[in-house]
Structure formats: C-alpha cells, structure tokens
C-alpha cells in the first residue's frame, strides 16, 4: 500500500497563476484532510471532507477551493495564487470515527513568487 | 489565547536522560489528545493517542493527561538520537462527529545531545 500520496512534491508560481494539488490514498479511508504549515504557525486544516461528497471549510479556507473525486482522491485548488500561500501543503486520510488517527503524505512545497 | 499552546523550544536534552513535552489546551470539552512527531522535512507522524486522566506508557514513552488543569504531557524515556524531532501536540475539537478533526500546535522541537 502506498498509504496517502501526494503531487507535486515541489512547486513554484507567479503571483495570479493557477494550480491543482493531488492526493490520494488506498486506504479505504472515508475522511481526507488539507493542512498548511507555516514555521511558527504549526498545520492549520483549510477544508477537510468527512465522506465521499461532502467537503467542509476549516481553520483558513480563504483563497482555496477543493473538490472530492471520488473517496480516494481529495484535490486542492490555488485560483489565484498570492505570496501568502507560499507553505507546505499536507493532505491527511481518516477512517469515520471519533477517535481515530491521521495518515499524512509527504507533502507540497509551494513557493509563489 | 492560542488553542494549544507549546514551547516551541529548542529542548535540548543528553542521551539516555528523559525528555518531558508540555502543552495546554483551552478547549474544555476535547477528550482525545493525540501526539504527532516530525521529522525535519518529512510529514506528521502519529505516536501516541491518550483519551483518560492519568498516564499511558507505549514503550519509552509516556502521555499524561490533566483534564482539569488541561494539560497534557509526553515523557520519552532514554532518549536516543533518533527522538530528535519536532512533537506536535493536537486534541480533537470536539463537535464535529463527522470528521476525526484535530487541533495542532505549532510544536517543540526536540534535540537529543550525544
């Protein structure tokens, strides 16, 4: 199993351009998660889906939008990219349940410039 | 007042001596606490989970949990080397049973010392 993974491990972008984060997990998980981590800012949940069709807002949700493809795949969308999105981007698997662990992927660095 | 709050350290600490993480929270009504570490560079990994008032010992570590005074420990016993890492404390926020979603500090960084 390869467990949660994510491209691109590594971007870069103007400032206004677009871009798509994946991930995907064969875990048979029902929950998936978008995290960013900021030095000093620890990881802040930006949308999380709880099921496959459903997706929810978290802690900083501004200037992203995500879409749940089916219950292994969890995207993430930069419309406009601005210098304060530049983080690591982490995306995060869950079974349902109310006290169960995260699975992470490696991550996304993403620097917009 | 942050959600959960942790030295951010360094913690430097000698081989073999035991390394002690804090971190407090202010929400009163989570009941699961979860400690993730981090290696530099790579992702979280989860290492302990504790849901009771007390300790629980999962080899050379140790969580501890004081609902009442919200505060929540992990003890690493004979720290070795490889301990060296960022630990991220995260309670569950309660109230959204859809979802297993947690709360992350923003972590102590560990340095074992030969």
């Known amino acids: 199993n390869a467990g949660v993974t994510q491209t691109p491990k590594f971007q870069v972008l103007k400032t206004g351009q677009s871009m798509t984060l994946q991930c995907a997990q064969d875990?048979?998980?029902?929950?998936m998660y978008w995290y960013r981590q900021d030095p000093g800012m620890g990881l802040r949940l930006i949308y999380y889906?709880?099921?496959?069709?459903?997706?929810d807002k978290g802690e900083v949700p501004n200037g992203y939008n995500v879409s749940r493809l089916n219950k292994r795949e969890f995207s993430l969308r930069l419309e406009s990219a601005a210098p304060s999105q530049t983080s690591v981007y982490f995306c995060?698997?869950?079974?349902?349940?109310?006290?169960?662990?995260?699975?992470f992927g490696p991550g996304t660095r993403l620097t917009v410039t | 007042q942050k959600e959960v709050e942790q030295n951010s350290g360094p913690l430097s600490v000698p081989e073999g001596a035991i390394a002690s993480l804090n971190c407090t929270y202010s929400?009163?009504?989570?009941?699961?606490f979860f400690w993730y570490r981090q290696y530099s560079g790579k992702s979280p990994e989860l290492i302990m989970s504790?849901?009771?008032?007390g300790d629980k010992e999962d080899g050379r570590f140790t969580a501890q949990l004081n609902k009442a005074s919200q505060y929540v420990s992990l003890l690493i016993r004979d720290s070795q080397p490889s301990d060296s890492a960022t630990y991220l404390c995260?309670?569950?926020?309660?109230?959204?049973?859809?979802?297993?979603?947690?709360?992350f500090g923003s972590g102590t960084r560990l340095s074992i010392r030969p």
């Open positions: 929400d009163r009504g989570s009941q699961s």
């Open positions: 995260a309670p569950r926020k309660e109230g959204y049973s859809s979802a297993s979603k947690i709360i």
């Open positions: 889906s709880a099921s496959e069709g459903t997706t």
């Open positions: 504790i849901y009771s008032n």
């Open positions: 995060a698997s869950s079974r349902l349940g109310v006290e169960l662990e995260q699975y």
């Open positions: 875990m048979n998980h029902n929950s």
